[in-house]
């Protein structure tokens, strides 16, 4: 089959290498494409949404997103668990249609619309085959394993929920700044002041100093000045370093709680009446309805976690 393969964008991505049918449908569901260097790598892509045109199959993916699909070896027969991380990867949902008939009973009441649903199915896995270049359960498309020797069918839904996924951004918290002025208050200090003053004292002469030292002594006027001195504070201003201020930066770790509501799925099985479960499959049942009643009876409003 040498169909060329083209992303969503045209950029062509490879030829298509082999074809996976769907189990329970026996549609034609998955197309691997050849990629990489020197063709040694296979990608599986859904052949949901392809267009054909000529001997070119147009998918609804980029060349990025194929190449980062799961790496599943595609010389065997895929088994549920890849299937479905095929499809979370891809962001697809199963196929209602693709899910096996439930079994065989007589038709009865509301049978008619299931059977024109299953016509409509046919025909698109139809015309689904036929843009491969083949026909919906032709053996040659089919991988060998995709159905059991004795031809069982099974049903698969996958369950999903929600997980808080948590990071952290730094952001400014706000802003510190260091400012100097200059204001003015009154110092009064006490300063120690020497200053002179006059002191007088009499002192009478004697009868040798009056005929030796004072004997040439004239009589008349005269004078005489002394000066007197003393000290006064003289105010003068030194800057000198007191303090240092310094503003540094450290990182501190808290914890807060961050509180949110996640989805889950919950998958419930309903069987028609007269049909038994097997032991560990109704009692799984029972215990996933008692617990979605719990919820429900926690939860005014009826809303399941």
Known sequence: MDLEVTGKDGTKLGTVKQVYLNDASGAPEWITVVTGWFGQRESFVP???????????????????IKGAPS???DQHLDRQEVAELY????????RGAVPNQPNRTP????????QADQGRRAGQQGKAAMLGGQAGQETL??????DAAGAEDAELVRSEERLRVATERREAGHVRLRRWV?????????PVTRERIKVERVPIDGEQATGEFADLVLGEDEREVVLHEERAVVTKDTVAVERVRVSVERVTEEQPVEDQVRKERIEVI???GVQLDGDLAERDMKDRAKDQVLKDRDPKGRRS
């Open 142 to 147: 089919r991988k060998p394993g995709m159905r």
């Open 183 to 191: 204001e003015t208050e009154d110092v009064r200090m006490s300063v």
């Open 108 to 115: 009865g009441q509301g049978d008619a619309g299931r059977m």
């Open 72 to 74: 599943i070896d595609a």
């Open 271 to 273: 069987p028609d009446d």
């Open 47 to 65: 052949l949901a949404g392809v267009d054909r045109k000529g001997d070119v199959l147009q998918v609804s993916y980029d060349k990025d997103k």
């Open 88 to 95: 979370r990867y891809y962001g697809l949902q199963p196929d």
